[in-house]
């Protein structure tokens, strides 16, 4: 049985806090701590924000092993603000990646997400890790990303039930992500993303 099949995922509580912060270091820290430390110290702030909408675990023997938060954003479209929800961030301990975890969060938290009614579910991340889970590129819809240094394939979305053709624009992030500069990405490894959807889709000759 593999570890995805026996783990449960629920809807995490305060005790499950200091579990859910560890992974969370421990996942992001695995090849740069400060990194890890980075991410670390943002989720709690996003928590004590009162902007979270959905965190869920997966637990395994008693042991939080995964972690996916999903907390307020809003799409500044033309007509009116609207609510809507972020993915961010997915953790896994490294103990127990690759074999599935991370893609039964993601399925749980679309569902989650669903079930509040919004218009649509938003995340950066991976095209190729979240596009087979339902994701798509979001400017593809009229959504543009909270920052102009969120390279156009990373940014994605799940359109619910609940979005209708005029709830497109800018997506905002509380003031919390800013202050820990958590929305997009900085040099050098944005340059080194853009240089490589670059390499992998060459303009037409």
């Known amino acids: 049985m593999s570890e995805a099949e026996r783990i449960v995922v629920r809807a995490a509580t305060e005790d499950d806090h200091a579990g859910i912060d560890r992974v969370i270091r421990n996942a992001?820290?695995?090849?740069?701590?400060?990194?890890?430390?980075?991410?670390?110290?943002?989720?709690?702030d996003v928590?004590?924000?009162?902007?979270?909408?959905?965190?869920?675990?997966?637990?395994?023997?008693?042991?939080?092993?995964?972690?996916?938060?999903?907390?307020?954003?809003?799409?500044?479209?033309?007509?009116?603000?609207?609510?809507?929800?972020?993915?961010?961030?997915?953790?896994?301990?490294?103990?127990?990646?690759?074999?599935?975890?991370?893609?039964?969060?993601?399925?749980?938290?679309?569902?989650?997400?669903?079930?509040?009614?919004?218009?649509?579910?938003?995340?950066?991340?991976?095209?190729?890790?979240?596009?087979?889970?339902?994701?798509s590129r979001a400017s593809t819809h009229g959504f543009e990303a909270p920052s102009r240094r969120t390279p156009d394939a990373a940014f994605q979305v799940v359109l619910h039930p609940g979005s209708e053709d005029w709830m497109s624009g800018r997506v905002v992030c509380p003031e919390v992500w800013w202050r820990h500069d958590s929305v997009g990405l900085r040099d050098p490894d944005l340059a080194f993303l853009e240089e490589l959807f670059a390499r992998q889709h060459p303009p037409p000759v």
Do not use: N
């Not at 609207?82 to 103990?95: G, H, I």
């Not at 127990?96 to 579910?121: D, Y």
């Open 47 to 135: 928590r004590a924000s009162g902007h979270v909408l959905v965190e869920l675990v997966a637990v395994a023997d008693g042991r939080v092993v995964g972690h996916v938060g999903i907390s307020r954003c809003w799409i500044d479209a033309r007509p009116a603000l609207v609510e809507a929800a972020m993915l961010s961030p997915l953790s896994v301990a490294p103990d127990v990646q690759q074999q599935g975890i991370g893609a039964t969060l993601v399925r749980a938290a679309v569902s989650a997400s669903e079930a509040l009614g919004g218009p649509a579910l938003f995340l950066e991340g991976s095209p190729a890790f979240y596009g087979r889970r339902g994701f």
């Open 28 to 44: 992001f820290g695995a090849e740069d701590p400060a990194e890890g430390e980075k991410v670390g110290s943002l989720w709690p």
